[in-house]
């Protein structure tokens, strides 16, 4: 299954400030967890052996896994430690930090105001947000569709810009300052295009950064209240938002930075790169996340017409691609999946659904170093 680019380990001297630039660690807010047992399903055994075995051989403080087979009742499991410093347990209700899975949220909103008539998919860039006329290329000439797709050719900071990196690395904090246009202004505009709109795919987001101010000017709403409106209350989210919050309860992240390893607390460059971020900020739970996807697969909250678009890979003159509206998919041996991965430096998360198996898989895990997923194909198979 396809990961994301995550930061790289970049040498020189700079590396030094990086224990100067993490923050205090806070230390949690005692509460009540969720009181969600699983132990009794009939799968318990086999699961949780297959939990532990994943979450030792990839180093990860903590992980949570929840599976849900075609006629078989959900099952879900959390090991480890959602906090080292205070040796706080993982919970499976704990929020984790959802990275790209964040796109498909944003993406079923843009689907949403789609059906009520307010966007349109071929609607030009140029059109939607006029201010980034003569400093994004071709803006007459990309689609909203090729931004939900990663067809638009848009460069993006995150993953091929080294000062992006190294200023997000070297002094988080002015990253975390910075307003969605600020970023924009300064590692985009101006920038040439990849590749012409539509020719091929190249994952960049930015194109999710300009889709959160279009789905605030369209609904003259933050793009908090747009999940909530469209979201977050039609089935009853509880623990899922985007703007900047305290985070103290949040499972942190972790990350062999060194390569020596030894993990470092990477929690306050995860902040700065996603918090409040269209393209990676949302914060969510297992528990959520699974609900979300029951309710997307099922038309609860977009038309099943319109989730049908969502799993439609459009065409590329120039390669191939797996991804369609904010949603990406893998061919497995049980079937195609459709989810998305979520990738922090501090966090590996894992949401797909396979719809000839009616079986879906969630693995959170705060080690941002990747891991391989795939003994879930077994799990969600077994007779």
């Not at 086999?46 to 599976?67: H, V």
């Not at 930090?97 to 998919?121: N, W, Y």
Request: charged share 20%; glycine share 8%; with cysteine.
């Amino acid at each position: 299954m396809k990961r994301k680019k995550t930061l790289p380990v970049l040498g020189g001297a700079w590396l030094m400030l990086l224990a100067c630039t993490t923050d205090q660690i806070p230390q949690p807010v005692a509460e009540s967890g969720s009181s969600d047992n699983y132990h009794n399903h009939p799968r318990q055994a086999d699961y949780q052996a297959a939990l532990q075995t994943f979450s030792q051989k990839w180093n990860c403080p903590g992980s949570i896994m929840l599976l849900k087979r075609a006629n078989e009742s959900v099952w879900a499991d959390a090991v480890g430690k959602a906090n080292l410093e205070y040796q706080t347990d993982l919970r499976i209700s704990d929020q984790f930090r959802m990275g790209s899975i964040t796109k498909t949220f944003v993406a079923t909103v843009v689907m949403k105001l789609r059906e009520q008539g307010k966007l349109q998919l071929d609607d030009k860039l140029a059109t939607l947000l006029p201010e980034v006329m003569g400093k994004i290329p071709n803006a007459e000439r990309i689609t909203l569709r090729h931004m939900l797709s990663h067809t638009s050719g848009i460069f993006d900071p995150t993953n091929d810009d080294g000062q992006y990196q190294l200023a997000l690395l070297n002094n988080p904090a002015r990253r975390t300052a910075m307003s969605t246009d600020e970023v924009l202004a300064e590692y985009v505009y101006g920038r040439p295009l990849d590749f012409k709109p539509g020719d091929r795919y190249s994952y960049s987001n930015t194109n999710y950064w300009l889709i959160g101010k279009l789905i605030e000017k369209q609904t003259g709403q933050s793009l908090q209240q747009a999940l909530e409106q469209f979201i977050v209350k039609p089935i009853g989210l509880k623990n899922t938002y985007i703007d900047r919050r305290d985070d103290r309860n949040v499972v942190r992240g972790y990350n062999n930075f060194y390569a020596n390893g030894k993990l470092m607390d990477v929690t306050t460059f995860d902040r700065a790169d996603s918090d409040g971020q269209a393209n990676g900020g949302l914060i969510s739970t297992a528990g959520d996340l699974f609900a979300f996807s029951n309710a997307l697969f099922s038309g609860k909250l977009i038309s099943l017409t319109s989730v049908k678009e969502m799993m439609t890979v459009p065409p590329v003159r120039q390669g191939t691609t797996e991804y369609g509206l904010g949603l990406d998919s893998y061919e497995s041996p049980i079937g195609t999946a459709w989810g998305h991965n979520g990738t922090l430096l501090g966090v590996d998360a894992n949401w797909f659904y396979f719809p000839d198996k009616q079986a879906t898989y969630i693995i959170l895990a705060n080690n941002g170093g990747g891991a391989d997923k795939s003994f879930v194909h077994d799990l969600l198979s077994r007779e």
